[in-house]
């Protein structure tokens, strides 16, 4: 049985689709913090399939207890946590009180039940500031930028700590790179309240109407179109990532792994803009400005080792990424 946490979230939920067609048994834990209750429902009618669900919070450690007790977990997928880098600015408190505390409890929970399997949701952010534009798994880690990144470093140094002093764990920790998209039913994807600060959020709400005009954060820098390049991933890719990763975990004694999970292909923000154009035949209302501060200009996965070592690689193009993403917006809001 797999525990997910955060399971109602925008990646979680995409995962936990595919976990019930995989046939496993999935237990979900959220306390609905950045999630909405009906997402429940829309896994089970993708599904077909019906799973367990406890609503709480990660952090408390009776809850947690209480889960474990009743169920034999034989692993858990991690993705509760704040995730908003410009929120974790203002209020790093609340950041680091919630995603290192729901970490640590749920590791001193699974401990004391014996259970020693984890995948984690890391992020590309831990390479900090890297001169180089290609990351690969073997770089140090930088320093990022804001207390969001500094959570999903200082987790993965925990989780580091833990297996040296018990190595008998088997933890992965997945970096993913830029998750976009959403399942091909447009029954669940990414609509974060209020306005968004990710791309393609942003051009949904261009794209229907509810904002007038989509800002290109700089168009000087040195790329070949000018604007900021990034490793976009279909989030289904990025589901069936966690499928592999818990599949090596279930087949190795134990140890620790570090992937990255992307495409390996740098696209350019023009290039998302033109190709959503193009693919949901529609004009989007966008403009040029000024560079946004703490943007790199260009990041990109080596996805190399994943391929090599999980048997993953990124099926589904920008193409498929900009069609659903749309088809996922336009159903929320009929
Ligand atoms: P999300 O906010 O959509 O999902 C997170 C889920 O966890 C939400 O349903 C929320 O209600 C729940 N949650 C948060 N704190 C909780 C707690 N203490 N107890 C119980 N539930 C709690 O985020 P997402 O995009 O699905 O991201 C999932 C994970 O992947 C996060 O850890 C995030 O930092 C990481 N990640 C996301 C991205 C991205 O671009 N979306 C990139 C890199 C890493
Ligand atoms: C950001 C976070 C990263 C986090 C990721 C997913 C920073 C520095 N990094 O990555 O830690 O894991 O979101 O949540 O904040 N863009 C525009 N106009 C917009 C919005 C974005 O041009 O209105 C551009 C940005 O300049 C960037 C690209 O689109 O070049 C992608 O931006 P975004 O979706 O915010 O992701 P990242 O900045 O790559």
Redesign the pocket.
Known sequence: MILV????????SHTVVELLKNNYEVIV???????KRDVLDKIKTITNKDFKFYE????DKNTLKTVFENNKIDGVIH?????AVGESVEKPLMYYR??L??TLTLLEVMSDYNCKKIVF?????VYGEAKETRFVETMKKGIPSNP?GKT?NVIEDILEDLYTSDPTWSITMLR?F??VGSHTSGLIG?DPSGIPN?LMPYILRVAIGELECLTIFGNDYDTPDGTCIRDYIHVVDLALGHIKALEQLFNLESGIKIYNLGSGRGISVTEIVTTFERVNNLKLNYKYGSRRKGDLPSICADPTLALKELGWKCEKTLDDMCRDAYNFIQKQRN
Do not use: H, L, Q
């Open positions: 946490t955060g399971g109602c979230g925008y990646i979680g834990i959220d306390n609905f913090s950045n999630s709480g919070n990660v952090c993705f509760a946590g704040f995730k919630n995603n505390d729901s949701s890391s992020s590309a952010t969001y999903k993913y830029n998750p990414d990710n």
